[in-house]
């Protein structure tokens, strides 16, 4: 069954009127309506929240006077569901009493029923607005203070991007699926995380996965888990990585690579909330937000039978689309001054651009997104310590210039970030004399993870500890 979706016009603020008087509900929608808002209204206040939990409201006009549930009950699970939701509470029944409780449960004003002025009502939702807005601000002023939403791809001043920065925090506080569709390298994770860790669900998992890198073979395993002795190596039950997430978020990265018969598979679990793994018996409940993302045309994929329909209709209940950074170059400046930072702070290193290499960094296409960006920062404070970096310093795929690797200091480099990670490895080494322990502070990684990447890189560490080592 088709899901109801975000509008296609998210940035349009939302109003949703829970009563249970069709006319009062005319008479709300048909003023506010007048304000810009789009109207939702609900009849009863199990309706209300499920309006509220599958939506991006703002305000939220609650009667207190309906049967099965009463308002007080509602306002309770709103602030649950929709903790940054603003509540005007209505009732043609009001005492003192019953305002202080709405008041002390959340409720932003109490209005009296039937009002007295009709602009009485505009006025407090205009307020209720404002008040929305103020909390989304100072909320992402907050992360970035706090670093919680401080993350690269979350930079800049683009519409696109300032459109991303509005939305963020506001879908942070649903529980919806959502679908992040971009090319590859513009930030789907990143911006995956910061929904999470930004909500309600921040103190529990985040669970990445791949679908794309996860084997056919075994990709079933991975995602539901497997009881002992369901399969060859099957040594103990094992959790899967659905599992692993209750109480989080599963973030589905390039759900287009998932297989058909996966995707049935998920589906059950979208749909029952609840997994039996692989040779299993008995289904588990979990709890969890999903979030899925996409390189590749869905819609396509549907028509053409690659992609179930019903599954596309259950992750794309909230549609975000990061754009290339090709149509956001404005906000390169500031993407250059965050990673040069970063990894030059990291690197205990860094460098300035000249005039004219910045101006083709700015002209560049960058085919491979900000993910590019990042690996020709990494390259150039790898290769240029302590230098200004000048056009030539930059790889020939920025330039123009052929051919594809880039010879520096007579070094052919080939333009891949393992390679940069080498480098950097080898520098660390060289610098610290041959000291896996004083290398690996230096990278901020561990002792036992440097010692892995040292054997897998077939790097020699008697090369390091005689008079500074050989970094090529």
């Known amino acids: ?20 008087e069709p006319i009062m509900v005319e008479l709300i929608s048909r003023l506010l309506r007048r304000e810009g808002l ?12 499920a309006l509220l939990a599958n939506n991006l409201v703002d305000v939220m006009l609650l009667d207190y006077n309906m049967p099965g549930m009463n308002g007080l009950e509602v306002l309770k699970q709103a602030k649950r569901t929709a903790p940054g939701v603003v509540v005007v509470f209505m009732t043609g029944q009001g005492t003192v009493k019953t ?4 008041m002390k449960r959340g409720a932003f004003e109490f209005l009296q029923k039937p009002f007295e002025d009709n602009a009485l009502l505009a006025l407090t939702v205009r307020r209720a607005l404002e008040y929305r807005l103020l909390q989304e601000r100072n909320r992402r002023l907050e992360g970035m203070v706090s670093g919680e939403v401080n993350f690269p791809d979350l930079i800049g001043t683009s519409a696109a991007m300032q459109r991303i920065l509005r939305l963020a925090p506001r879908m942070s506080e649903i529980d919806s699926a959502i679908l992040i569709e971009g090319e590859s390298g513009t930030g789907k994770e990143v911006l995956a995380r910061v929904i999470h860790f930004n909500g309600p669900r921040k103190l529990k998992p985040f669970v990445p996965v791949d ?7 075994i990709i079933e395993s991975e995602l539901f888990g497997h009881v002992k002795g369901s399969f060859t190596g099957a040594a103990s039950d094992a959790p899967g990585l659905i599992a692993q ?5 599963l973030f589905l990265d390039e759900i287009g690579e998932l297989p058909l018969n996966m995707q049935t598979r998920l589906l059950r679990f979208l ?3 609840e997994v039996r793994p692989v040779g299993g018996t008995k289904a588990a409940p979990v709890d969890a937000r999903v979030m899925a993302a996409t390189n590749r045309d869905l819609k396509q994929m549907v028509k053409d039978k690659t992609f179930r329909e019903d599954l596309y209709y259950r992750l794309n209940v909230v549609n975000l689309k990061l754009p290339p950074l090709r149509e956001r170059k404005d906000d390169i400046p500031a993407l250059l001054r965050f990673f040069l930072d970063k990894h030059g702070l990291r690197m205990k290193t860094k460098v300035s651009l000249s005039p004219e290499a910045f101006q083709y960094l700015l002209r560049y296409s960058w085919p491979g997104n900000i993910r590019e960006l990042e690996n020709i920062v990494l390259q150039i404070l790898s290769l240029y310590p302590e230098e200004t970096i000048r056009p030539e310093s930059l790889p020939p795929s920025v330039t123009g ?26 520098k660390a080494l060289a610098c610290c004399r041959g000291d896996v322990d004083a290398a ?12 892995r990447k040292i054997g897998e890189m077939e790097i020699d560490l008697n090369v390091f500890k005689g008079d500074g080592g050989d970094t090529q």
Do not use: F, H, W
């Open 1 to 20: 069954m088709k899901q109801p979706e975000v509008d296609a016009a998210p940035d349009q603020r939302r109003c949703l009127v829970v009563d249970d």
């Open 38 to 49: 789009e109207i939702l209204s609900a009849g009863n206040g199990p309706e209300g929240l």
């Open 99 to 102: 305002a202080v409780e709405a």
């Open 211 to 217: 679908c794309g890198a996860i084997p056919e073979g």
């Open 245 to 249: 997430s209750d109480g989080g978020t």
């Open 271 to 273: 749909q029952q909330k």
């Open 401 to 426: 210039e052929e051919p594809s690797m880039a010879a520096v200091a007579g070094l052919e480099l080939p333009l891949s970030l393992r390679a940069y990670e080498v480098l950097a490895v080898k």
């Open 440 to 451: 690996a502070r230096v990278l901020e990684v561990g002792k036992s993870t440097l010692y």
